[in-house]
C-alpha cells in the first residue's frame, strides 16, 4: 500500500517542479518550455506535474507571485534603515531601488510582462485568489511602512506608488521588447523618438511620477 504523502513531502515536490521551471526559464521563453519539458528536467511523471499544477500558466504565475516576494521583502529590508523622509529622500530610494530591479531579462521581469496577456488568462479561482490575497497583504505592509516615513503618504496612496511603478515597468518593457524589423525600420530611418531606453525611461516616468505626486499632496 502507496504511503500517503506527507504535506512537507508535497510542499518540497511542489518547488522542485517550480525550481525546474525557474531554471528552464532562465534560457528559454514561456513558449518554448512544454509541461513536459518541466517533468522530465524535474524527473516527475507528466501525472505528478499536472497535479501540483493544472496549467502552465499556474506554475509561472505562481513562479512570478515568488519573485514578487523576494522583491517586496528586499524593499522591507531596504526601507527599514530609514526614518522620517523627506519628498526628496524618498524619491531618490524609490529610484534606488527600482533600478537594482530593471533587469529586461531577469525572470521577475520577462514575467510581468506576460503577466496579464498571458498568463493570467489560464488560472484557475483558486490561484487567482490565493495569489492576489497574499499580494494585497504584501503591498499592505509595503504601505504602512511607506506612510509612517513618508508624511504626505497614505497607506493607500503609497500602495499606490508601488502599483504605478509596476504598471511603469510593464509599459516600457512592451515598448522596449520590439521584433527585429521594427528595431530594424527606426534605426534605418534615424527615428529617434521611438527608441526606447528601458531602464532610464522607467526610471525617468518614475520620477517625474514622484514629483507629480507630492505637488499633489502639498495642494490638498
Do not use: C, W
Not at 494585497?136 to 508601488?162: C, N, P, R, W
Amino acid at each position: 500500500m502507496k504511503r500517503a504523502m506527507t504535506e512537507s513531502a508535497k510542499a518540497e515536490k511542489a518547488k522542485l517542479i517550480l525550481d525546474t521551471a525557474y531554471r528552464l526559464f532562465q534560457h528559454q521563453t514561456f513558449n518554448e518550455i512544454k509541461m513536459m519539458d518541466i517533468a522530465r528536467a524535474a524527473q516527475v511523471s507528466k501525472g505528478t506535474l499536472f497535479n501540483y499544477y493544472r496549467t502552465k500558466e499556474i506554475l509561472f504565475i505562481e513562479m512570478l507571485y515568488v519573485e514578487y516576494e523576494k522583491r517586496l521583502t528586499q524593499f522591507v529590508q531596504l526601507l527599514s534603515e530609514y526614518e522620517m523622509m523627506d519628498h526628496e529622500t524618498f524619491k531618490q530610494f524609490m529610484l534606488d531601488e527600482m533600478a537594482t530591479i530593471l533587469d529586461p531579462d531577469s525572470v521577475m521581469i520577462r514575467l510581468s510582462a506576460i503577466k496579464n496577456s498571458i498568463l493570467e488568462n489560464n488560472i484557475d479561482y483558486e490561484t487567482a485568489v490565493k495569489d492576489k490575497v497574499e499580494m494585497y497583504a504584501g503591498l499592505e505592509k509595503v504601505g504602512a511602512l511607506l506612510a509612517e516615513k513618508v508624511a504626505y503618504l497614505t497607506v493607500d496612496s503609497a500602495m499606490q506608488v508601488i502599483m504605478a511603478q509596476n504598471a511603469i515597468i510593464i509599459g516600457y518593457i512592451h515598448i522596449a521588447r520590439v521584433p527585429d524589423i521594427i528595431q530594424r525600420a527606426i534605426e534605418e530611418n534615424e527615428l529617434e523618438g521611438f527608441k526606447v531606453d528601458f531602464k532610464a525611461h522607467s526610471l525617468q516616468a518614475m520620477g517625474y511620477y514622484l514629483d507629480g505626486l507630492y505637488m499633489h499632496a502639498k495642494k490638498t
